[in-house]
Structures are given as structure tokens and as C-alpha cells.
């Protein structure tokens, strides 16, 4: 199985750098807040076009296309990438009043809908 290697960020170029099936892949992507390699699903997820909480999250496979793009809302905001062990990469997002109990939530990324679905509390 392919895996992405010597994933790096340069967030002052804003250029995303890694090793994938033995070629250099490079994407330029402004104003980059985070960005983490999955490894379960073979893709970069990246955070950026920040104020104060990105407001885009993009998607590229491993030989550097961009799968697809989501922008946040008014009713859910961006906050940051984290592993998460059932998910792979999570997409931590913020809810101006709680929902469930909650305002910090883990969300998945549903590959085949290009969506956001609600996992489980951040903590």
C-alpha cells in the first residue's frame, strides 16, 4: 500500500511538500494554518485561510490533486486537525452554543459525499 512520506509545511511559502509512490509532490496553498498527512486514507488534509478560525479545509490525494474543498459556516467553525484513532485525520470544529452538551466536536470526513460528519466530543 502507498504511503505519503516527508510530509512537510512550509507555511511562510505556503507550500505543501512530500515523498508519494517515489515522486516529489509540491501544492501551494495560501495562508496555510494546518496541515496534517493521513495516512489511513492517503490524503492531506489542510486548515487555512485564517482570521481568528480557518475557514477552509481542502483535501488532496497523495499525487497532489485536490479532491475537493469545504468552507466553514456561521453555525460550525474550524478549529484544528487532529489524529484521531477511528478516524484517522479529524477535523476538530467549534459550535457557537452547544450542541448535545458540547461545543468542541471530532469530525470525520466523508470521502465519497465531500462532507463533514459529527464524531464524538472534543475533549
Not at 501551494?28 to 486548515?47: E, G, P, S, Y
Not at 483535501?59 to 484517522?88: A, K, N, W
Amino acid at each position: 500500500m502507498p504511503t505519503i512520506e516527508n510530509f512537510d509545511v512550509n507555511k511562510t511559502e505556503g507550500m505543501l511538500h512530500w515523498n508519494f509512490l517515489s515522486r516529489q509532490v509540491s501544492v501551494a496553498v495560501k495562508n496555510i494554518d494546518q496541515a496534517l498527512a493521513d495516512d489511513v486514507h492517503k490524503v492531506i488534509v489542510v486548515l487555512s485561510d485564517a482570521d481568528k478560525l480557518p475557514k477552509s479545509l481542502s483535501v488532496f490525494s497523495g499525487d497532489g490533486e485536490e479532491l475537493f474543498r469545504i468552507t466553514s459556516s456561521s453555525e460550525l467553525h474550524f478549529y484544528y486537525l487532529s489524529e484521531h484513532p477511528e478516524l484517522g485525520v479529524s477535523v476538530v470544529c467549534v459550535f457557537p452554543d452547544p450542541v448535545d452538551g458540547w461545543r468542541d466536536w471530532h469530525f470525520g470526513i466523508d470521502f465519497q459525499k465531500k462532507e463533514l460528519f459529527r464524531h464524538c466530543p472534543a475533549y
